[in-house]
């Protein structure tokens, strides 16, 4: 499930590099770029029905999971509105539509917005501190659900095992391939 075609590799190298041109990318090499994105989309439990990427701008690693895992659901989430046009556009060219989808919000007005929803992982690349992330990723969280956030280059990954993450109700299970894992275990 988490292989890559050389043909989606070129559409996704394609549809990002219109985010790097508008400065919405930085000024990595694409490939590069996806596979750092990878992993995300490897870690996404088999079972898992949908993702949340927390923001998303220029589309890591939103768009590589939804290429990537085309068995499940997404929303990418910012709160520019810029960003959000630009998402919606290469979702639509990469032929995401009806499966994916960009909003301009919040991360912590989700809950108001989608009161009905819950999702089975969350991901996250430079959102916020990890307090930050885990506050705002758990009321997010269908119960057992998965945060995966990258991690700085040779993270043991505590700085996750603060008391407010742990009261968030996260529990760092494991730093892989520069991806932190957390469970959410709520009582």
Not at 26 to 41: K, N, Q, S
Not at 79 to 105: H, N, Q, S, T
Not at 145 to 163: F, K, M, T, Y
């Amino acid at each position: 499930m988490s292989n890559l075609s050389s043909h989606n590799r070129q559409k996704l190298i394609d549809a990002l590099g219109e985010a790097q041109r508008i400065g919405m990318l930085g000024a990595e090499d694409l490939g590069v770029a996806i596979d750092r994105a990878l992993p995300f989309a490897t870690a996404i439990p088999d079972a898992a029905e949908s993702f949340v990427d927390l923001g998303s701008g220029g589309g890591l690693p939103g768009l590589v999971v939804a290429v990537v895992r085309a068995d499940i659901g997404g929303l990418l989430v910012d709160r520019r509105g810029k960003r959000v046009d630009l998402l919606a556009r290469l979702i639509g060219r990469l032929g995401l539509g009806g499966r994916i989808e960009a909003v301009d919000a919040d991360v912590a007005d989700l809950p108001r917005r989608f009161p009905d929803r819950r999702w089975s992982v969350a991901t996250s690349r430079g959102f916020g501190s990890p307090e930050y992330t885990a506050e705002h990723a758990a009321p997010l969280l269908a119960d057992s659900g998965l945060l995966l956030v990258s991690e700085p280059p040779n993270s043991d990954g505590a700085r996750w095992l603060s008391e407010r993450v742990v009261q968030a109700g996260f529990r760092l299970v494991e730093v892989s391939d520069g991806i932190a894992r957390l469970a959410l275990t709520r009582p």
